[in-house]
């Protein structure tokens, strides 16, 4: 590969917007998870798709590797350069081009954030729901298909992308999708680019999906005292159609570090945090069906916020629970994995997965969102103590297992990138093979974020 001669045909073309220097290589080469450090070679920062598809044109001429960048909030190492080669970040490409409100969609650059976007969007009363925690940008939402604490509601990425434009792997700029809320024309190269983590090309503008603002909006906590009684009542909420925008449940270990860290005073036992969209009178009535439903499973202590400084204060802190994890055993590192497994099937998956972290004794707290079967794990070691490492990867491996023995899957929302490799022969069988095969056909000669996603060697 001629990696220098590309940066150098790139330093040529695009000057000052190519950096090679020691604080942008080691930002956009670290995790904020468990992985080494990757360092590109140079980070290009461009600020409309033709320079996009300048950089791309380049290492493919020069077969350099090319590995977008947005925010650097992914967990499995999507954005690391494991070969070397050049970072594109979209910090610069972070407008907002156009906002339809009578059709409720809106066209933005991929350096967009999605707080940003809710930001602009407050006027029209329309909102962007899908809300990872993290205030990622919206192409790297799209690239990972992330989803997060609104998707029982409101659904993931793949719900909310009705087009996009994409530099491919040998520049040429492509426009996917239509305005149209539905379409039976052709293959859904949408949603082929959507979830493919930049190793099929590079998304330079995005069109998405939007929705009006709620009438009123209620949220709450209630406590439970086990993880299997939150989750029963989370089931019996789902089928019997209650309208939940939100719910999330904490574990004793996620409640413990949350009250440390924000100063709050909740019990520590399994809670779940609840938030209902609607009409004033249909937010009362859901709100009282389910604490209905929770009396039933043991749910007590419930406390209401409808305030909206109450509510951010709530989800505030749901959101930086991953830092509360991480604060109360100051020093360590962290693996952060996640499953999904059909919903009848998570309460024994998490009892399983925390009895399995007892035995190996192992600091584990788990949070998610119960109401698609989607949780996480924070495993907390020390990166000194080799002993503590292996057993923190060996749990995470057998969470894993255990999620496709249950019929689940190995990440519900993470994504795959170079962390969860080892597993896609088993969940897709021959359909890994066949992603190998259109990321041959699309990168033939594989610079889009080598060593991700696809079968080694593509």
């Not at 082929?192 to 330079?204: A, D, K, P, R």
Request: charged share 20%.
């Amino acid at each position: 590969m001629g990696t220098n001669e590309a940066i150098e045909a790139l330093t040529s073309s695009l000057g000052q917007r190519v950096s090679r220097s020691k604080s942008d290589l080691e930002m956009h080469g670290a995790s904020e998870t468990h992985f080494a450090p990757m360092p590109p070679d140079a980070v290009v920062y461009p600020d409309c798709t033709a320079q996009v598809a300048e950089v791309i044109r380049i290492c493919a001429a020069h077969r350099c590797p090319v590995i977008g960048w947005g925010t650097g909030t992914s967990l499995e190492g999507h954005a690391l350069a494991a070969r070397g080669g050049v970072t594109v970040d979209f910090r610069d490409m972070n407008r907002i081009l156009d906002i339809r409100a009578d059709d409720m969609d809106v066209r933005v650059q991929p350096g967009v954030t999605r707080e940003a976007l809710n930001t602009e969007l407050r006027a029209t009363g329309l909102f962007f729901p899908v809300d990872p925690g993290a205030n990622a940008s919206l192409g790297g939402m799209a690239a990972t298909r992330a989803s997060g604490t609104t998707a029982v509601r409101y659904g993931t990425m793949r719900d909310h992308v009705l087009g996009l434009e994409v530099v491919t792997a040998t520049g040429e700029v492509i426009r996917t999708g239509t305005r149209a809320r539905k379409s039976s024309s052709g293959y859904d190269l949408t949603a082929l680019f959507v979830g493919s983590e930049g190793t099929l090309g590079l998304i330079t503008e995005l069109t998405l999906r939007l929705h009006g603002q709620p009438e009123a909006i209620a949220a709450a906590v209630c406590a439970f005292d086990d993880v299997a009684g939150a989750v029963a009542a989370t089931n019996d909420a789902i089928q019997l159609g209650l309208p939940m925008a939100r719910i999330e449940l904490l574990d004793r270990a996620s409640v413990a570090a949350v009250n440390a860290y924000a100063g709050s005073d909740m019990p520590e036992v399994p809670h779940l945090l609840l938030e209902f969209h609607g009409t004033e009178a249909g937010v009362r009535e859901t709100s009282e069906t389910f604490g209905e439903v929770a009396a039933g499973h043991g749910g007590r202590d419930f406390e209401w916020a409808t305030r909206p400084e109450d509510r951010s204060a709530l989800w505030a802190m749901r959101h930086n629970a991953f830092y509360a994890i991480l604060a109360s055993r100051p020093g360590t590192r962290s693996l952060v994995t996640d499953a999904c497994v059909p919903i009848s099937r998570l309460a024994e998956t998490i009892k399983a997965t925390q009895e399995d972290f007892a035995h190996h004794n192992l600091t584990g707290p788990i949070l998610g969102h119960v109401g698609d079967g989607n949780f996480h794990a924070v495993l907390l070691f020390d990166e000194n103590d080799t002993g503590a490492v292996t057993r923190a990867h060996e749990a995470a491996h057998r969470l894993v297992e255990r999620t496709l023995d249950m019929g689940g899957t190995a990440t519900g929302e993470h994504g795959i990138g170079m962390g969860k490799m080892r597993y896609m022969a088993r969940e897709h069988g021959g359909g890994w093979d066949m992603m190998g095969q259109i990321k041959r056909a699309l990168d033939p000669d594989g610079i889009m974020n080598p060593g991700k996603l696809v079968p080694p060697g593509n």
